[in-house]
C-alpha cells in the first residue's frame, strides 16, 4: 500500500511484460514504467522508472514483492527521455542494482542543465515568463514549485549514452532507437520490427496530447519540429505502442492524426485571437482559463505549451510581435 491507501496498479502484456502504474503527486495520476524479463530468467530491463517520491517507492517494493522481483536482478534501465517523471528513481534503481541506465546524450545534458550544482534554468525559464507577460506572483509560485524537483531526481544515475539509429537488445528481441524530438529533445523510441511493438515514451499519447513546450535556451521552434516527427513515425507499423503515461493501445496512425488536427485547431484558434495585440500570458489564460493560477505546475506547462504555439505561427509569418512601454512581448496576427 502507499500512503494514499492504493494498490500499486499493474497489468500484464505480451510474453510476461509487467505495465507499472507508478503514482505521480501530478493530474496526470501516474507515469508507465515497463518491466521486461529476460527469456533466459536471468534478470529483467526497467523502462522509465517514474518520479522519486515516497508514493513511487511504496508502489514499487509492492510490486516487487507481489512478482518475486530482486534489485539485484535488474540488467539494465533505459529512460525514453529526461522528463523527472521518468528519470527520477533511475539513480536510486541503481544504486540498489549497480546496473547501467541508458539515456542519449542529449537528453542527459537537458537533465544536467536542470539539476546539476550550478543551474539557472529557473532563472532563465521565469525571465521568460516575465518578459511573456506573466505576473510576479505568478512567477514565484512556479518557482517554488521547480523547488521541489531536486529532490525527485536524486540521487542522479551515471549514464551510458544511446543514440537514435543504434539498436539494443532486451527481452530476447532488438530494439531499434528512434529520435522523436518535440516534447522532449533526445527523446528516444523503442521499436521491434517484427511484431509492430513500439514504446513510444511521451512522444504519441493516447486520450492526452503530450505537452510542447518552448525551453529557455533550447530549439525555438519545438511544435514544428513535433509535428514533423509525427510524420516520420507514421512509416513505422505498429501494432501496439507502449506510451508513457495512460494505456498501451493499438490504433498509432489514428492517434499520430488526432494529435496534428489539435495542434491545427489550436494554431487556427490563436490567430482568431491575435487579431487583437496581446501576451503570451493573455493567450495561456484565454486557452487554458485562469483556474490554472492555483495550480503552478499545471500552469508553466500550459505557459510554455503557448509560447510553442505563438512561436510556430511568427516563424511562419502567420504573426508578429513587439513590445509594448512595459516591455513585454505583445503577439499580433498577419493575416494575408
Ligand atoms: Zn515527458
Ligand atoms: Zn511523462
Not at 515568463?129 to 529532490?151: T, Y
Not at 496534428?260 to 489564460?285: D, N
Amino acid at each position: 500500500m502507499n500512503e494514499s491507501g492504493q494498490k500499486a496498479e499493474t497489468a500484464i502484456w505480451n510474453e510476461g511484460w509487467i505495465q507499472v502504474k507508478v503514482p505521480l503527486p501530478f493530474s496526470l495520476k501516474w507515469v508507465n514504467s515497463y518491466v521486461i524479463p529476460e527469456p533466459d530468467a536471468s534478470g529483467f530491463t526497467i523502462i522509465d522508472p517514474g518520479l522519486r517520491t515516497e508514493d513511487a517507492i511504496a508502489a514499487w517494493n509492492e510490486v516487487f514483492s507481489r512478482h518475486q522481483l530482486e534489485a539485484s536482478r535488474i540488467k539494465r534501465i533505459i529512460l525514453t527521455h529526461q522528463h523527472p517523471d521518468h528519470y527520477g528513481l533511475a539513480g536510486y534503481f541503481q544504486q540498489l542494482s549497480g546496473a547501467p541506465v541508458y539515456l542519449s546524450r542529449r537528453s542527459h545534458a537537458y537533465a544536467v542543465r536542470l539539476w546539476g550544482e550550478h543551474s539557472h534554468y529557473a532563472d532563465e525559464l521565469l525571465s521568460q515568463f516575465e518578459e511573456h507577460g506573466m505576473p510576479e506572483e505568478l512567477r514565484s509560485s512556479i518557482a517554488g514549485n521547480l523547488a521541489l524537483f531536486k529532490g525527485r531526481v536524486s540521487p542522479q544515475p551515471q549514464i551510458t549514452y544511446i543514440e537514435a539509429g543504434e539498436t539494443i537488445a532486451f527481452g530476447g528481441y532488438d530494439w531499434k532507437l528512434i529520435n522523436a524530438p518535440g516534447h522532449a529533445y533526445g527523446q528516444l523510441l523503442y521499436y521491434e520490427e517484427s511484431n509492430g511493438w513500439l514504446f513510444c515514451g511521451d512522444q504519441v499519447l493516447p486520450r492526452i496530447t503530450p505537452n510542447i513546450s518552448v525551453v529557455p535556451g533550447e530549439e525555438e521552434d519545438p511544435l514544428g519540429d513535433f509535428l514533423a516527427n509525427l510524420d516520420e513515425l507514421l512509416q513505422y507499423e505498429v501494432k501496439l505502442a507502449f506510451p508513457g503515461h495512460r494505456d498501451p493501445f493499438d490504433s498509432f496512425s489514428n492517434r499520430i492524426e488526432e494529435l496534428k488536427g489539435h495542434h491545427i485547431r489550436r494554431l487556427e484558434k490563436m490567430k482568431g485571437l491575435l487579431e487583437q495585440p496581446m501576451s503570451a500570458f493573455t493567450v495561456c489564460e484565454a486557452l487554458f482559463g485562469a483556474s490554472l493560477r492555483s495550480n503552478p505546475h499545471n500552469l508553466r506547462f500550459a505557459m510554455s505549451e503557448t509560447l510553442a504555439h505563438l512561436f510556430y505561427l511568427e516563424r511562419r509569418g502567420d504573426a508578429s510581435r513587439k513590445r509594448d512601454e512595459a516591455r513585454v512581448w505583445l503577439y499580433s496576427s498577419i493575416s494575408c
